[in-house]
């Protein structure tokens, strides 16, 4: 028999300076580490030294509708000095990423025209973690 998963995008739940986020558009959030957890160095002989890289800084990349009630409040977190904690949780997939310095590193580009379109804010979070919370 097969195994059927269930999920659904309202399990998600992202929290930015301890406030929630609602309204989130299509492609609601991504998660990426900046670099690679080793690299591998192979010497003449065959031998391999595994450099273990200690960066732990993880790209959010967030997208909001247009009409989020928390849009005012992304924006005055941009451009400023003070880290914020940053938590993405998925209830169903068991996933909790985030960190407790984040900063907006890119703004989203805005456009008005025929129709409403979704805002994307690059968030650089320099404590990233991504942790099971099964």
């Known amino acids: 028999m097969a195994n059927i998963t269930r999920y659904n995008a309202k399990d998600c739940t992202v ?9 989130l558009g299509e ?3 991504t998660w990426a580490k900046e670099e690679a957890y080793f690299e591998p160095v192979v010497g003449a002989q065959g031998d391999v030294v595994k450099s ?16 989020c009630p928390q ?12 880290n914020f904690p940053v938590w993405v949780v998925n209830k169903a997939l068991g996933l909790r990423h985030g960190g ?7 703004a989203p580009e805005f456009s008005e025209g025929a129709t409403a379109e979704d805002q994307e804010f ?3 979070v320099f404590d990233g973690v991504t942790e099971s919370t099964n």
């Open 15 to 23: 929290m930015i300076g301890g406030v929630y986020i609602t309204g």
């Open 27 to 29: 492609d609601m959030i």
């Open 52 to 67: 273990e890289i200690n960066n732990d800084i993880h790209t959010l990349t967030l997208t909001v509708q247009p009409t």
């Open 71 to 82: 849009l005012p409040y992304l924006i005055s977190l941009m451009g400023r000095t003070e």
């Open 100 to 106: 407790e310095q984040g900063a907006i590193q890119e």
């Open 122 to 124: 690059t968030i650089m």
